[in-house]
């Protein structure tokens, strides 16, 4: 097992942690910054990014969204809760290019909730 996808996996249970609490995404940045902090986290794995579609995005848009940033998806995170409120889950996809400007295009993507 590679050390980014050790590191991922405690990386993406706190961010589904945080937004499962947070009501915005101000506040869900924040909650995770505190919470790599306490546990001396990196903020980031260099060439992954965490992306959430809105509930009413179809797979094929998604498929073509991921797809703007040449991205590949490796985890797909999707529990009882989300399955029961209509939401596709947290993507994990990682991203051979610039991530900021990866992150950038997939916030600005109508069919994106969030992407860090």
Known sequence: ???????????CALAFASISIAQTPAKQVRLNEIIFKALNLPEFVPGEILVQFKADSA?????????????????????DEMKAAGEPGILL??????????????????????AE
């Open 1 to 11: 097992m590679n050390q980014s996808k050790f590191i991922s996996i405690p990386i």
């Open 59 to 79: 797979p094929s848009m998604r498929g073509a969204s991921v797809a703007t940033i040449s991205g590949e998806v490796i985890e797909t995170i999707r529990t």
């Open 93 to 114: 996809i990682r991203v051979e290019g610039n991530m900021l400007s990866a992150i950038e295009t997939l916030n600005r993507d109508p069919r994106v909730e969030f």
